[in-house]
């Protein structure tokens, strides 16, 4: 199990690099394996580490600012990151830069395998130019975990407080010698009961530091207990379809969540009584009762439905300045509920398609996600991107750097298609709502084929779509109207009589 689960924490952040010139892609090794007795070299030191620990929201944001020097004769470029095996399948959006340089690319980074049965497992760091004996660089390691909030007590009552229980390292882990650091964290309140150790406390904020002459691998524990009276809303599985029709003219988006809250759970019966009671004063809840979603301005027709059918505790709101849709469950959703939903709506393709500004293309740009914007978070534990292309698309290829578990590409069969339209299914694992910013972008020569260039993040993905494809479904409608008239015709000049003719 546990190196099934290390398996799993390796996939979503490798480096995938793609390129075929089928319709079916299958993704490289997704991390590296090195032998069994490896240990990262110490080969630099920690001169300054400052690490920030946000808990303002229901997933924890890690931000680590070191300055690191080369300790060893030669010039090294492979820097080593440690986390527990328990811990770094929860791990997600790991990006390291450049702190003088932040505009530049993130850095190269990927999980490395020594022994699946190890406490510690590794990321690998590669700088892009080898930092020279003696020379030093400023990095900027940011990275979220997912499951790392407890509720203590695990149980309360219909209108308790809720508290979450933190723990983690004052220390922070690392394979090297740190000479000095610290370790801020940033609470969403004032109200905390419980923490270990002796910090400076400043309103809702924690330093634990500074620390000097740290050796290699040492922790030491820290919790801390805050009052977070809010859902912690964690999607286990996101399926989001975006759909483009050149012929219609339209962009069809869909998004199906199993969604749950892992805040804490009821200690007695639900009471609507007490629930219907308190909505008068509207206090604070761990329960979920509504998700806003923010859309592009020009959606049309949303829909929002259960396994039961369509919900009609909805309100779309649209002008020339906004779109949004407030959509309220059945029950509200309080800890250890689940609640499986989707929504969709559509769109004006001219809204999300431009001619581009260089050469005879155009340029598709879609949000890679959407879906709720809470002011809590929401977190997905896997996320299946399904892009519907063309029919008559081929010679996929993509390569990136951002959490791709798996990429297939399929064939979707929609009314009037003959063999079906060409689907890119993109998986990625441990995704938080900031990826919301992020946009697909889709760029095409007109003819004599049209090859599209897609970027998702850093990703980019290319396809042809010859210039006749384009006129094969009003081919296909054409022959078979055409086809409906013939058969029609042939059987009205067949003879069906029983006598014979006088």
């Not at 922070?172 to 000479?179: A, F, G, M």
């Not at 009671?277 to 761990?286: A, E, G, L």
């Not at 609640?339 to 769109?347: E, L, S, T």
């Not at 049209?450 to 993905?461: R, S």
Request: aromatic content about 12%; glycine content about 6%; charged content about 20%.
């Amino acid at each position: 199990m546990k190196s099934l689960g290390f398996l799993l924490g390796c996939l979503p952040f490798a480096s995938v690099i793609y390129g075929t010139d089928s319709n079916l892609s299958e993704p490289l090794s997704s991390h590296q394996i090195l032998p069994r007795n490896f240990r990262p070299p110490p080969v630099f030191k920690n001169v300054n580490l400052v690490r920030n620990i946000n808990l303002e929201k229901g997933y924890v944001k890690e931000t680590v600012n070191v300055v690191i020097q080369n300790t060893d004769a030669n010039s090294q470029d492979e820097y080593y990151i440690p986390f527990k095996a328990s811990i770094i399948g929860k791990v997600g959006g790991l990006e390291v830069r450049d702190k003088k340089n932040p505009e530049t690319s993130p850095f190269k980074s990927e999980v490395v395998e020594y022994d699946v049965f190890s406490p510690t497992q590794f990321y690998r760091i590669t700088l892009p130019k080898p930092l020279e004996t003696s020379g030093q660089q400023t990095l900027t390691i940011s990275y979220h975990l997912l499951s790392a909030l407890a509720p203590l007590p695990a149980e309360i009552k219909q209108q308790d407080k809720q508290y979450l229980l933190h723990t983690f390292s004052s220390y922070t882990p690392s394979v090297y010698l740190t000479t000095k650091q610290k370790t801020k964290l940033k609470l969403p309140t004032t109200d905390i009961p419980d923490f270990t150790g002796e910090p400076e406390r400043q309103g809702s904020s924690f330093t634990y530091g500074p620390y000097e002459n740290i050796p290699t691998g040492v922790e030491q524990e820290a919790s801390v207990r805050y009052e977070f009276t809010k859902p912690i809303i964690h999607t286990t599985l996101l399926e989001r379809d975006i759909e483009v029709s050149h012929w219609g003219g339209n962009i069809a988006f869909e998004e199906r969540y199993w969604l749950t809250n892992k805040a804490a759970s009821l200690i007695n019966h639900f009471s609507r009584v007490t629930w219907a009671s308190t909505q008068y004063y509207n206090p604070p809840s761990s329960a979920i009762k509504e998700f806003k979603v923010p859309l592009r301005v020009g959606s049309l027709n949303p829909y929002f439905t259960d396994e039961i059918g369509n919900i009609s505790t909805s309100r779309f709101r649209s002008n020339s300045r906004e779109a949004n849709l407030e959509l309220k469950p059945r029950y509200p959703v309080f800890g250890g509920w689940n609640f499986p939903f989707r929504i969709g709506w559509d769109a004006n393709l001219k809204d999300f398609l431009r001619k581009a500004t260089t050469g005879e293309g155009y340029v598709l740009k879609v949000p890679f996600l959407e879906g709720p914007k809470m002011n809590e978070g929401i977190s997905y534990e896997k996320v299946e991107l399904r892009v519907i292309l063309p029919e008559g698309a081929i010679n996929v290829k993509y390569s990136t750097s951002i959490p791709i578990l798996t990429a297939t590409t399929t064939s979707h069969n929609t009314f009037m298609d003959t063999l079906g339209r060409t689907s890119l299914k993109l998986t990625a694992m441990n995704v938080i709502d900031e990826s919301r910013d992020t946009d697909l972008t889709v760029t095409l020569p007109c003819f004599p084929s049209l090859n599209f260039v897609m970027l998702i993040q850093d990703k980019q993905i290319t396809y042809d779509y010859p210039f006749l494809a384009s006129f094969r479904k009003p081919i296909i409608i054409f022959v078979s109207v055409l086809g409906v008239f013939v058969t029609a015709w042939v059987l009205s000049k067949i003879d069906t009589s029983i006598g014979k003719k006088s």
